[in-house]
């Protein structure tokens, strides 16, 4: 029966809606869009990509019910020409528990519920905190030319 419920749950959250963030005032790029295998040389941040990774964990809000988790929210977006990130969008969230179950358990059936809800809600946080990140991009270059790309970027977090 946990099993059934965990599952349950996993599928809930892996088959939720997208969660997706275009910003109306950039206007909709006529410009093809490449994948990070086709370009020479992939988007970077100016300042080096660690600087993303920095502002997302001093920026993120966790839900406060969810302990225990190892989380993965899969998100993309498109690196313009000009450096800019647009289409912003976080579209998957993988999460398992950090100590089995067995050790450490949720009392309630409705704190297992609340605890799938807040789960997804870091999907559009995750949004929200990329949507903030205003740090340049070098962007993808293609036979020398700076093209856009599209880029995907896990966001890891082990919440204890």
């Known amino acids: 029966m946990k099993h059934l419920l965990l599952l349950l749950i996993g599928f ?66 498109i690196v313009e020409t000009d450096g800019t990130m647009t289409d912003i969008k976080a579209f998957s969230i993988n999460v398992k528990d950090l100590i089995k179950t067995d050790v450490v358990k949720i009392a309630t059936q409705e704190e297992k519920i609340n605890e799938a809800d807040q789960i997804e809600t870091m999907k559009g946080e995750a949004v929200r905190v990329l949507k903030s990140f205003k740090k340049a991009w070098e962007p993808a270059l293609k036979e020398g030319k700076p093209v856009r790309c599209m880029y995907n970027y896990p966001i890891h977090f082990n919440i204890e």
Do not use: C, H, W
Request: aromatic residues 10%.
């Open 12 to 77: 809930t959250i892996s088959a939720s809606a997208q969660i997706s963030s275009t910003d109306t005032a950039t206007p909709v790029s006529t410009e093809k869009t490449y994948r990070s295998p086709e370009v020479d040389l992939k988007p970077q941040v100016k300042d080096g990509n660690y600087t993303m990774s920095m502002f997302i964990s001093e920026n993120f809000k966790f839900p406060p019910a969810i302990k225990n988790k190892k989380i993965i929210i899969f998100t993309s977006f």
